[in-house]
């Protein structure tokens, strides 16, 4: 099987799924906007072949190395960079390249534009907010008056909480159409609720291999905007109704033979016509693992290796690895340089011991969303996630 991967040095964790498809004897290749002697030593050993590009956002570029590859390995069976950013590129190369173990590029637009998620989730029985494709200003004030404030506005492509904001007045809506972004932006009534993400390996029936379900802060935004400290965690069990509301959001939009991060609300407020405190209500579909070292903290709350897991799909289309049996809770604290904490590195790594079992400055590029210093631990319940957080994120009184 020949097996090209894009960027595969990026997360640089991403050696992982390379090195398991490796040791299923699969053919690698990779594809990477980093030099070869930059790479990880882990992911030489992983890759058969590795090409250079100076931009991989340069298609042409992508398309030589991959029909590079063809030519001197054969026919491309599979194609993926597990990467938001390199979805549609992704698919676009299936395409060229008549691949199809994976989406093509006719269909990327259901997955990619937050507006044409809608119809799928309908589709799936799952309720999501009301939606408005921002047009004027008059239109967008006549949604409010429907939805009342307050709304949020996001691109209708974007990643993560990026170019996001919350509305809450005429004044913040005036402000945002005197500086409309050029890009299509979509306006959504706002839910108040947590963020919870179906973590899922879909086999070639949409059918999942494993199950997880991370809780997210309920406004990454905020994190962004104000500098917050970033917190989150990995449940020992992904309840049955996320695993409910997952799967048939997985088979509504057709997906097959991936890794999916599949976003919900967990209403904490009742909201009319969509739903009770802790019912699941859609929020967006990410066609890729979860972002930060989430596939690392998912195989830490089941004692598990997704990446093994994915490559068993990719090879087998089946799950290999049982259940371990071992399951607990899994929560990333972060702390940002321009704060003063109450506890020292010193202190957090005495107090935690061998349950932190991650401990490393973020890269700069990934600093705004997951903080400058992160510490990882397992815990053994939701009490215990709590106090870690407060232990490590603590400030010192101004």
Request: glycine content about 6%; proline content about 5%.
């Amino acid at each position: 099987m020949n097996f090209v991967f894009i960027s595969p040095q990026f997360p640089k964790h991403y050696w992982n799924f390379c090195d398991r498809l490796h040791k299923n004897g699969v053919t690698v290749l990779g594809i990477g906007d980093t030099p070869y002697d930059g790479l990880q030593e882990e992911l030489k050993g992983a890759l058969t072949e590795y090409y250079y590009v100076p931009e991989l956002s340069d298609y042409d570029q992508v398309m030589r190395a991959v029909a590079f590859f063809t030519f001197k390995y054969g026919k491309i069976d599979w194609l993926e960079s597990n990467n938001e950013f390199w979805l549609e590129q992704d698919a676009r190369l299936r395409t060229d390249f008549h691949i199809t173990t994976g989406e093509q590029y006719e269909n990327i637009g259901r997955i990619k534009h937050k507006s044409a998620m809608k119809e799928f989730y309908a589709k799936a029985g799952v309720p999501t907010a009301r939606l408005h494709k921002i047009t004027d200003y008059e239109a967008a004030r006549q949604f409010i008056d429907l939805v009342g404030y307050p709304v949020i506005v996001k691109p209708d492509i974007g990643v993560g909480a990026c170019d996001t904001y919350k509305l809450e007045k005429d004044e913040d809506l005036a402000k945002f159409f005197a500086a409309l972004p050029e890009v299509p932006y979509v306006m959504e009534e706002f839910i108040t609720g947590d963020i919870c993400s179906y973590d899922a390996i879909l086999d070639a029936d949409s059918n999942p291999l494993l199950e997880s379900m991370t809780v997210w802060p309920p406004s990454v935004m905020d994190i962004l905007q104000k500098q917050l400290d970033l917190s989150y965690y990995t449940v020992a069990h992904a309840p049955v109704e996320i695993k409910g509301v997952g799967r048939a959001t997985a088979k509504a939009f057709g997906v097959k033979s991936r890794f999916v991060h599949l976003e919900f609300f967990r209403l904490t407020k009742a909201k009319p016509g969509l739903g009770q405190v802790g019912d699941f209500i859609g929020l967006e579909v990410n066609m890729r693992p979860a972002g930060g070292y989430t596939p690392d903290m998912i195989d830490f709350a089941h004692a598990t290796d997704v990446y093994q897991i994915w490559a068993d799909m990719v090879t087998e289309n089946r799950r290999i690895l049982p259940d371990s049996g071992e399951h607990c809770y899994c929560v990333y604290a972060s702390r940002r340089d321009v704060h003063e904490y109450l506890h020292t590195h010193e202190e957090i790594l005495a107090r935690y011991g061998n349950r932190i079992v991650m401990c490393e400055r973020m890269p700069e590029m990934m600093a705004p969303q997951m903080g400058n210093q992160m510490y990882t631990a397992k815990v053994p319940d939701e009490e215990a996630v709590k106090e870690f957080i407060s232990f490590v994120q603590a400030r010192r009184e101004q």
